[in-house]
């Protein structure tokens, strides 16, 4: 099992940035991948990021070259740096992990993109 807890959410203005942490309770090395998903209202919760232990990376088409998902192995801790944010951005993110055949979730934390 592995406990997930986000942090760095908040208002941010359009093209601003924003860096989102997730800490794991777990050893990143016993954890096979870590992802960033993120559900706006009234939509389907969607894959924003995805990093594997081996460090290889995946992006949704709508977030490439602006956010980049990257890992601490020593602070056991996930980060999803957003750049150039767009109001359609605008989400509750979650961390997950994969780990022992199984996904788990943090509890999520609140983006707002607004001017």
């Known amino acids: 099992q592995v406990q997930l807890v986000e942090s760095g959410g908040g208002l941010v203005q359009p093209g601003g940035s924003l860096r989102l942490s997730c800490a794991a309770s777990e050893s990143i090395f016993s954890i096979y991948a870590m992802d960033w998903y993120r559900q706006a209202p009234g939509k389907q919760r969607e894959l924003v990021a995805a990093?594997?232990?081996?460090?290889?990376?995946n992006y949704a088409s709508s977030v490439k070259g602006r956010f980049t998902i990257s890992r601490d192995n020593a602070k056991n801790t996930v980060y999803l740096q957003m750049n150039s944010l767009k109001l359609e951005d605008t989400a509750v993110y979650y961390c997950?992990?994969?780990?022992?055949?199984?996904?788990?979730w943090g509890k999520g934390t609140l983006v707002t993109v607004s001017s």
């Open positions: 997950g992990a994969a780990m022992n055949g199984m996904h788990y």
């Open positions: 990093i594997t232990s081996g460090g290889s990376t």
